[in-house]
């Protein structure tokens, strides 16, 4: 497939790449700093943009089969990158008539919030409600926007992220009450499952949660 990626240099997004050349399909990056893609391959394109510049999405959604997104910043940064760069994307491949979206955002989001319930006191009841108020709105209106629009998508929400290898041994599809799941994945697994949904229909128009098991 020829895929789109945003946020290629963010962690999860470099994982994306490289798994993605791997398997074998034709890879454009969409970055705002190229040179901090250290990657060389002949199936890699970089392109410069903004995700905040809709201007600079149009012509990079054309040509594409499928569009993935790990757009994101800290969670204790304020701003809009999420929603409005996430907006722009679904604006861009609307007109461009591109159906293929997966997008990761996080467990504790929408429907997932239950597995707040799981976190430290002062994480659920201080962090959250102050310090990350602004953070979590601006997640929460990214899902919006992907779930009022007209494509497939798939909201990928995965447990704190971590370094560690892509073991294939994840969870995915469960309550966010379950008492077995970690609320941990790797950066590598979580780029896994999202290129999986290239080819699965089970989860379009749903929210996965991806964790490791206890």
């Known amino acids: 497939m020829k895929l789109l990626i945003f946020g290629a240099t963010g962690g999860t997004g470099r994982e994306l790449v490289t798994q993605a050349l791997r398997q074998g399909h ?7 700093n190229p040179s901090l893609v250290q990657q060389q391959h002949p199936q890699l394109t970089i392109v ?3 995700v905040l510049d809709y201007n600079t999405i149009e012509p990079a959604i054309a040509g594409h089969d499928a569009v993935l997104s790990a757009i ?3 969670a204790n940064k304020t701003g809009v990158l999420r929603s409005e760069g996430t907006r722009n994307i679904i604006r861009a491949m609307e ?15 929408g429907d997932s919030r239950e597995v707040l319930n799981r976190t430290p006191f002062i994480f659920k009841y201080i ?7 602004k953070g979590f709105a601006d997640h929460a ?3 919006q926007y992907i779930k009022g629009s007209s494509l497939d998508w798939v909201i990928v929400r995965p447990g704190n992220l971590t370094d560690g290898e892509l073991t294939g041994r994840y969870r995915y599809g469960f309550a966010p009450t379950d008492p077995n799941i970690t609320v941990k994945v790797s950066r590598a697994d979580v780029a896994d499952f999202m290129l999986k949904q290239l080819n699965d229909s089970r989860f379009i128009h749903q929210t996965p949660g991806i964790s490791y098991w206890k």
Request: proline share 5%; net charge positive; with cysteine.
């Open 26 to 32: 034709t890879v454009t990056a969409f970055v705002r």
């Open 72 to 74: 994101g910043m800290p």
């Open 95 to 109: 007109k461009k008539g591109l159906k293929r979206f997966i997008c990761q955002t996080s467990l504790g989001y």
């Open 48 to 50: 410069k943009g903004d």
């Open 141 to 143: 209106l990214q899902e």
């Open 127 to 133: 962090i959250v409600p102050f310090i990350l108020k």
